[in-house]
T-cell receptor
């Protein structure tokens, strides 16, 4: 089983709203990732959690706030977003971030529209 | 840093023909490579990977070739089927502790009936 589950599948929010994206995996993976993907572009890395600690923040604006409550869950809290933040948000997980063969498995994503 | 590019943004093939999708990378320290398939409305799906100590790896109907001399890899799909229509990304991992993926720009494969 290589399943990463993301909820919700679709989200529409106003610029003053607060919402959260959720991601869950039960593969025992110790690294989890958030990516942003615009239409017809490759995924862009936002955050990496390694053993439940934030290890990489790719200079993401503070209106995006990640959280890793435990080794199976990853959240992305959203507040005061801009219309240009509309995109597909992908979660991924991998067995161990430092291991040579480190396949990342992706969820189906949350399609976010900011009005 | 690493930059990864694909040679063609789109590729159309007849059903039953073989497909070849190419990818170039810049960092000679890259040591691990992955191909992903992304269908419309879905997340990227792992297809096949290869380490830098290999030059060829085969899966079911797919083969990845790696040429480290010219920093090039390719994905070959045999007997392409309609279900193969998707965007294909190569992703490159450079040696070092971070081991993050750098994605290429993607090739849209369309299978014609």
């Amino acid at each position: 089983d290589t399943e990463v589950t993301q909820t919700p599948k679709h989200l529409v929010m106003g610029m003053t709203n607060k919402k959260s994206l959720k991601c869950e995996q039960h593969m025992g993976h110790r690294a989890m990732y958030w990516y942003k993907q615009k239409a017809k572009k490759p995924p862009e890395l936002m955050f990496v959690y390694s053993y439940e600690k934030l290890s990489i923040n790719e200079s993401v604006p503070s209106r995006f706030s990640p959280e890793c409550p435990n080794s199976s869950l990853l959240n992305l809290h959203l507040h005061a977003l801009q219309p240009e933040d509309s995109a597909l948000y992908l979660c991924a997980s991998s067995q161990d971030p430092g291991v040579g063969k480190n396949i990342q498995y992706f969820g189906a994503g949350t399609r976010l529209s900011v009005l | 840093g690493e930059s990864v590019g694909l040679h063609l943004p789109t590729l159309s093939v007849q059903e039953g023909d073989n497909s070849i999708i190419n990818c170039a990378y810049s960092n000679s320290a890259s040591d691990y490579f992955i191909w992903y398939k992304q269908e419309s409305g879905k997340g990227p799906q792992f297809i096949i990977d290869i380490r830098s100590n290999m030059d060829k790896r085969q899966g079911q109907r797919v083969t990845v070739l790696l040429n480290k001399t010219v920093k090039h890899l390719s994905l070959q799909i045999a007997a392409t089927q309609p279900g193969d229509s998707a965007v294909y990304f190569c992703a490159v991992v450079s040696s070092g502790s971070a081991r993050q993926l750098t994605f290429g720009s993607g090739t849209q494969l369309t299978v014609l009936p």
